[in-house]
Structures are given as C-alpha cells and as structure tokens.
C-alpha cells in the first residue's frame, strides 16, 4: 500500500519561509510526475508545481521565483522550499504523486498526500 505523507506546515509571518517536505512509501517502482497543489478556504484546489523524474520543474505564475520544488528519487520524496510568503498563500498544502507504478509490469496510478497546513499572518 503507497502512502504519501506530508509535513513541514506551519505558521509564518510575511515575508518568512517554509520547507515542505512529502515523503511516499510502501510499494514503488517508479514515480513520473511529482508535485504540490493547494486548496485555499472556500476556492478550489489549485497546481502550484510539478516536478519530473529527470528533475524538470514547472510553476505556477503566483509561486513563480519564490518556490521551489526539488525531489529525491532514492528517498522518493519532493520538497517545496517556499520563500517570500504572502498572506495568499495560506492554504492547505499537498503534495501529488503522478504515474506510481508499484513494480515494472504495473500500469501507474495517481495517490494524493493528506495535506499540511501552512498559514502566513502578522
């Protein structure tokens, strides 16, 4: 069974910084796309940043210069080092495992992390 686990959330002032970090386990073979999507109260979740297996990143417009994304693939875990954080950015934070195949034969799947609050405040 994969699990995607997800810390690193918290409470920031403007300006401030946070690492997030999410770490898959269980059975895996590969993983293709990871990345870090966020859900603001009362909108809809939204992409933030992807990352390929081959290190290739993408970011959304609103994160753009002041994120970014890095993985690990011995320890299949991404990372979010976010700077720079503005009052938007609050949200529930989660991160995205795209393409999980469990061995070499299996056709992938998509598992999703539980999510970790970040909250930026004065």
């Known amino acids: 069974q994969v699990q995607l686990v997800e810390s690193g959330g918290g409470l920031v002032q403007p300006g401030g910084s946070l690492r997030l970090s999410c770490a898959a386990s269980?059975?895996?073979?590969?993983?293709?796309?990871m990345g870090w999507y966020r859900q603001a109260p009362g909108k809809q979740r939204e992409w933030v940043a992807t990352?390929?297996?081959?290190?290739?990143?993408k970011y959304a417009d609103s994160v753009k210069g002041r994120f970014t994304i890095s993985r690990d693939n011995a320890k299949n875990t991404v990372y979010l080092q976010m700077n720079s954080l503005k009052l938007e950015d609050t949200a529930v934070y989660y991160c995205?495992?795209?393409?999980?195949?469990?061995?070499?034969?299996?056709?992938?799947?998509?598992?999703w992390g539980q999510g970790t609050q970040v909250t930026v405040s004065s």
């Open positions: 990352i390929t297996s081959g290190g290739s990143t």
């Open positions: 269980g059975s895996i073979f590969s993983i293709n796309y």
């Open positions: 995205k495992a795209d393409w999980l195949r469990t061995t070499a034969s299996s056709l992938g799947s998509d598992y």
